[in-house]
Nanobody
Framework: QVQLVESGGGLVQAGGSLKLSCAAS????????MAWFRQAPGKEREFVAV????????YYADSVKGRFTISRDNAKTTVYLQMNSLKPEDTAVYYC???????????????????WGQGTQVTVSS
C-alpha cells in the first residue's frame, strides 16, 4: 500500500499562486499514475490533473488547463501541483491519489484510485 502526504496548501488572494506537494512512500513510484483531485464543500470530488508513470504524459481538467501544472520527481518520489492565477472557485480540499493505471481516460475517475492522501486545504479569497 502506498502512503501519500500532501503539503503546501493555504490561503491566497485571487490571482496568486500556490505549489502543492505530495510525497509518496511504500511503492514503485515511477510506475504509478499520480493525480490531484479536489473537493469543495457540498460538492463531489473532482478531477484536477494527472501524470502517467510510464512516460509522464499529463492531462488536465478544462477548468484548470493553462493555469495549473502537474509534475513529478521520481528520485524524490514526489508529485507537485503548481497553481497559478488562482480563482475563488479553486477553493477546495486538494487530494493526491495514486494507482497503477495506464489509460488516461481511467485516471479522471476517483473510484479508480485506491491510495489517497489526507488532503490539504486551499482557500482563494476574492
Amino acid at each position: 500500500q502506498v502512503q501519500l502526504v500532501e503539503s503546501g496548501g493555504g490561503l491566497v488572494q485571487a490571482g496568486g499562486s500556490l505549489k502543492l506537494s505530495c510525497a509518496a512512500s511504500g511503492g514503485t513510484f515511477s510506475t504509478y499514475a499520480m493525480a490531484w483531485f479536489r473537493q469543495a464543500p457540498g460538492k463531489e470530488r473532482e478531477f484536477v490533473a494527472v501524470i502517467r508513470g510510464s512516460d509522464s504524459t499529463t492531462y488536465y481538467a478544462d477548468s484548470v488547463k493553462g493555469r495549473f501544472t502537474i509534475s513529478r520527481d521520481n528520485a524524490k518520489t514526489t508529485v507537485y501541483l503548481q497553481m497559478n492565477s488562482l480563482k475563488p472557485e479553486d477553493t477546495a480540499v486538494y487530494y493526491c491519489a495514486t494507482d497503477r493505471l495506464r489509460v488516461i481516460a481511467t485516471m479522471k475517475n476517483p473510484a479508480n484510485f485506491h491510495s489517497w492522501g489526507q488532503g490539504t486545504q486551499v482557500t482563494v479569497s476574492s
